[in-house]
Every structure is written in structure tokens, then in C-alpha cells.
């Protein structure tokens, strides 16, 4: 079952006179415990393909759907409400929030939902970071936990809420290789046990080793594993 | 959650807006208390007056050292419409020497027919119930005290609370007292039997209307609450003081304003992740405003004690007095610059973009 289902996707930014194709009639369906890495340089496009999958930016042309919501056309609240409900995010500085411990910072994914922190809430955080190997780390401060912690904590947060899509953006990209891949197997566990599909955006090519599959993406265009984005339209025409 | 966190686990972050807030909340005490004290030592024998009404010969300005009201305009007034009782009043503002004290108390010698709130009928010839301001200074029940140059003894039977003049300790008199009082040290300004400085009315109906017209233009009638304005200086002190007060008010709002400006420029990076991971901006928003109000209530806590404080170390002579009205009025006018300050940050917080979240390394 497709959970993230993007059909000829465009995004167009106007600067000046000018437009600035970010995603050219991008094309993508990740299913079910499906891990995809998406591989680019700088200024391909990926971040704005993460972002209008998790709901950050919507389309210029194009539908978006992500485990049955059809988020095209959705307004800015709307997706609010929908990414904290659909989506999990692990961004590439991590960005705990710093006053907060480890516990803490998964139960705001409960209080931005209205929640209160209750026992259930916090039963779910303390399981989720004993998974993650920080049991013993609750109450530490961001501060107080190595990087490598930090992005397990992350990790704990995106997964809080049950999302059926995750969305990683360059989760190694602060770690040295061999806690970036330490922290790529966690990921690939972590996803595999629960049956969530995962994009991860990463530019470093060594990484696409713990997907499923893995889409590089050029000027804004896709192309699937061992194709790059020309011989893949020119296999098209 | 957050907000709460965040001043618990950070508080060296709030600790110079407090300090700020705190000093201006003791500021905005003090000014209010000097208002107050000024206020209420000015009008207290005008606002216990038991009427409708404050009765002024015409030309006087409003004034009871200027005003004079002879039998014939009285009977005037006493006839006019509405009326149901009639009472004469004046004041004399004189120096007194009390038993035991080397240095004059200063006195308005008040004589009267209606008793004030709390100040009990006209006592006998000779005798006089005191502002309990005069017990501060060294005066006593059965204690006489000799008014004005011409050493007039008044001696006094019991005390008020509350009946100040013009800063003075009222000394409440029968009218005949008040004219010995008033002919023996303002010669000058000397009374005939029948002569008052003004009439206290009780009635019903447009009082003020009715007297002015049944005297012909003999009189200027006024409220009680136009009396006490129109005392020399109550008005513009309180103008005056005001305007300093507001303006104070307007530093709250700028302080709180500037501080949680920097805040919330500081928290962009913080607040583009929570709106990604599905913060609103109105949830955001009100944690600005919570840690706003939050910061205006400590500070209004602290500076309330500093004021208390000052106004314990000052000595007797500064008019200084701190109501509870004055500390709510403090309070919501703290609360009031807090929200409206923090509320300068609604547009930065509502201008951060989720998607900034993505593809930024720190």
C-alpha cells in the first residue's frame, strides 16, 4: 500500500522577473515500511521534495498524497493539523528544544496535540527511548547528550505520534561516519519493526546503503536507482 | 508546557526583564502612592461629606476661603426645589500648639452643622473631633490645643479617620466655635453670626439646577465630587501625576515589547521546528504572551514589596499612601503593557516558516 504518493509534482518560486523551477513534474510512491533515500547536491531540488511531502510547502501543480490524505490543496492550518498528526520529521540539526529533556521533548509532539503528558503519553516516551537504548537518559538535557543521542532523541520524537511516513533531512550530516552509520542501521531498525516508510534525504552516497531504494534527483528532476534524471527521460522519450 | 519550562529551566534569560519590570512596577507604586497620599490628605474633609451637594457663593470660584454665604441667601437656598436639608461649613487653616510639642501642628479648623461620615454631631462650644492624623502628633483625647496666633483652645474629645484638608488635620467645630476661631486669628477675613463659607445640601432632583436658580445667579452649586476637584490643586495633581504614570506604563509596554522582540528573533530557529512538527502560530503565540504575563506578575510581586519597603523607610512627612486600589490599578496596567508588548512579537512569530526547519544546519 502507497503511503506517499506524489504525481508530477511541480514547485515554482518567483524571484524578480523570473521563475525558478525547484521540482520539475516529480514523480514518487514509497509504500508501506518502505525506506527510500533520496541523493542529491546541493540545489537539486531535495529539500523541497521533503518538504512538500511532509506538508511544509505546498505544490505549485501536482497532487500530493500521503497515507490517504489528499494534501494538495490543503490550507496552511489544515496542514498544521496534519503533519502533527501524519509525519514525522528528523531534521538535520536535530533541533531538540534545548530546556527540555529527553522525556520532555517527546511529550511536546503529545502537547502540541492538545495533550497534557499524561501517564499514557509518558508510558509511550519512556518506551520509545528505552527502544531507542536512552532509557537511561530521560532526564537529560540535549545539553547533557552526545550527538548521536541527540538524533536517537530526535528519532524518538518523530516516531512519537504513530506516523505512518517519516521524513529524514541529512540525518548524519553532524556526525562523524561511524556514528552516521550507527545512527543510519538505528534507523532502518526502528523503521523496519514498525513498518514506516521513511524518506531520507542525504547528499552522502554511502548512506543509500540502508534504504530500500534509493531516487537521486538533479536540477529538480527524479530518476530511480542507477538511472540518473537525463537517461531516465531520455529512456522515457 | 513549554512556556513554563522554559522559565523554570532558564530563568537567567528573564532575570534582566524582571529586574527592569520590578523597578518600574515600584516605580508606578511610588508615583501612585504620592498621588494617593496627596489626594487623600487633600480631600478627605470634602469626600466624608454626608450630601448631594456643596453650595458656593457666586464669584467665589469655587472656593471656600473666598466664598460666603450670609442668612437671606441661605433661606434662599433652603427654598429652592428638591432641598430637604440645609447645613453651613467652613474651614480656617491655622497652626495649633499641642501639649508636649515644641513644633505647631498645622489644623483646618472646620466648623459645620451636617456631620461628615463618621464624624459625630457638633460637639459643645470650645470643643473640637480630630483628624486622626493630629494623634500622630502627639494629640490626645482631653488634650487642648491652642489654635492660631491668637492661641484659641480647642479641646479635643475624640478622633476621625480619613477628614484631612489641604494636607492639614481637620479639627471639626460647631459653626459658633469655628467663627471665634476664625474672627480671633483672620481678623481680616472676620465672620458676622449668620455668615458661613458655604452650604452642605441633602436632597433630591437636579439639586445643583434648582439652588442656582432659586438663589438668581447667587450661588454655584456643585457635587461633591466637583468639590473635590475643584480644591486648589487636587485637579492638576492628579493630571500631572497621572501623565507621569502613563507614561511609565508606555516604558512597561516598550521593555517588554524590546525584550521579547530579541526573544522571539532568538527562538525563530526553535519555533520554525515546532511549527513543522505541528506547533500553530496562535499556540506559539500565546507561550510568548504566558511567559509575558508570567514575568509582569514576579515583577509586580517584587516591586510591590520594594514599594512597601520605601514607604516603611520614608519619614512621616512625604504624603505617601499605598491602597489596594492602587496596587490592582498597578497590576492590570503591568499586565495590560505586558500582553500589548509581547503582542509586538505576533508578527515575527506568525512570519516563521515551517519549511525553514528543512535544509538548515543549525
Not at chain 1, 512519537?160 to 556514528?179: G, I, M, R
Amino acid at each position: 500500500m502507497t503511503v506517499l504518493d506524489m504525481r508530477d509534482v511541480r514547485k515554482v518560486y518567483r524571484s524578480g522577473d523570473a521563475d525558478i523551477v525547484a521540482l520539475d513534474h516529480a514523480t514518487l510512491h514509497v509504500d508501506h515500511g518502505e525506506i527510500v533515500a533520496l541523493l542529491g547536491p546541493s540545489g537539486s531540488g531535495k529539500t523541497t521534495l521533503l518538504s512538500i511531502a511532509g506538508g511544509l510547502l505546498t505544490p505549485t501543480e501536482g497532487t500530493v498524497e500521503v497515507g490517504g490524505h489528499d494534501i494538495s490543496d490543503y490550507s496552511a492550518k489544515q496542514l498544521t493539523e496534519f503533519r502533527r498528526e501524519n509525519v514525522g520529521f528528523v531534521f538535520q540539526s536535530v533541533n531538540l528544544v534545548p530546556f527540555l529533556n529527553a522525556e520532555e521533548n517527546l511529550l511536546v509532539v503529545d502537547e502540541l496535540g492538545g495533550g497534557r503528558g499524561g501517564r499514557t503519553a509518558k508510558g509511550r516516551a519512556r518506551q520509545l527511548l528505552d527502544e531507542l537504548g536512552l532509557g537511561h537518559r530521560l532526564r537529560n538535557l540535549p545539553a547533557q547528550l552526545s550527538g548521536g543521542e541527540r538524533q536517537r532523541v530526535a528519532i524518538g520524537r518523530a516516531l512519537f505520534n504513530n506516523p505512518k511516513l517519516v521524513l529524514f533531512d541529512e540525518p548524519t550530516s553532524a556526525l562523524d561516519t561511524k556514528l552516521g552509520a550507527q545512527v543510519m542501521e538505528l534507523i532502518r531498525s526502528e523503521m523496519k519493526a514498525r513498518d514506516t516508510a521513511a524518506v531520507i534525504v542525504t547528499h552522502d552516497s554511502r548512506m543509500t546503503e540502508y534504504a530500500d531504494r534509493t531516487v537521486r534527483i538533479v536540477d529538480g528532476r527524479l530518476a530511480a536507482d542507477g538511472a540518473t534524471p537525463d537517461t531516465a527521460a531520455a529512456a522515457k522519450a | 508546557m513549554l512556556p513554563f519550562r522554559e522559565l523554570r529551566r532558564r530563568p537567567s534569560r528573564f532575570v534582566v526583564a524582571t529586574v527592569v519590570l520590578s523597578f518600574l512596577a515600584t516605580l508606578l507604586l511610588f508615583l501612585g502612592g504620592l498621588l494617593d497620599g496627596l489626594y487623600l490628605g487633600s480631600t478627605g474633609a470634602i469626600r466624608s461629606q454626608d450630601a448631594d451637594v456643596i453650595v458656593f457663593s457666586s464669584g467665589s470660584r469655587d472656593s471656600f476661603l473666598r466664598s460666603r454665604i450670609a442668612g437671606d441667601l441661605r433661606q434662599q437656598v433652603e427654598s429652592a426645589d428638591g432641598v430637604d436639608e440645609v447645613g453651613g461649613i467652613g474651614f480656617v487653616l491655622l497652626g495649633a500648639q499641642v501639649p508636649g510639642e515644641s513644633e505647631l501642628a498645622d489644623v483646618a479648623v472646620a466648623g459645620y452643622e451636617i456631620p461628615p461620615k463618621g464624624v459625630p454631631a457638633p460637639p459643645a462650644d470650645g470643643e473640637g473631633v480630630a483628624d486622626s492624623s493630629l494623634r500622630d502628633r502627639g494629640v490626645s483625647t482631653g488634650d487642648t490645643i491652642l489654635v492660631g496666633p491668637a492661641e484659641t483652645p480647642v479641646t479635643i474629645i475624640g478622633f476621625v479617620d480619613d477628614t484631612s484638608y489641604l494636607q492639614q488635620a481637620s479639627v471639626w467645630v460647631n459653626l459658633p466655635t469655628w467663627r471665634v476661631v476664625q474672627n480671633a486669628n483672620r481678623p481680616d477675613a472676620a465672620v458676622a453670626d449668620d455668615i458661613v463659607q458655604a452650604l452642605v445640601v441633602r436632597g433630591t432632583g437636579d439639586l445643583a439646577n434648582s439652588i442656582d436658580a432659586a438663589t438668581d445667579g447667587g450661588t454655584n452649586t456643585l457635587t461633591i465630587d466637583e468639590a473635590v476637584l475643584a480644591l486648589p490643586g487636587v485637579q492638576q495633581q492628579g493630571d500631572t501625576f497621572d501623565q507621569i504614570i502613563y507614561s511609565t506604563l508606555v516604558v512597561v509596554l516598550a521593555v517588554v515589547g524590546l525584550f521579547f522582540s530579541l526573544l522571539t528573533i532568538e527562538r525563530i530557529g526553535l519555533y520554525g521546528v515546532l511549527k513543522a512538527i505541528g506547533a500553530s502560530t496562535a499556540r506559539l503565540f500565546a507561550g510568548v504572551v504566558l511567559q509575558a504575563v508570567i514575568v509582569a506578575t514576579i515583577s509586580f510581586v517584587i516591586g510591590s514589596l520594594l514599594a512597601l519597603l520605601a514607604a516603611a523607610m520614608l519619614p512621616d512627612g512625604v504624603p505617601l499612601t499605598l491602597i489596594p486600589s492602587r496596587f490592582v490599578f498597578t497590576f492590570v496596567g503591568l499586565l495590560v503593557a505586558a500582553v500589548l508588548g509581547s503582542a509586538i512579537s505576533l508578527r515575527r512569530v506568525t512570519r516563521v516558516d515551517p519549511a525553514s526547519a528543512i535544509g538548515t544546519a543549525s
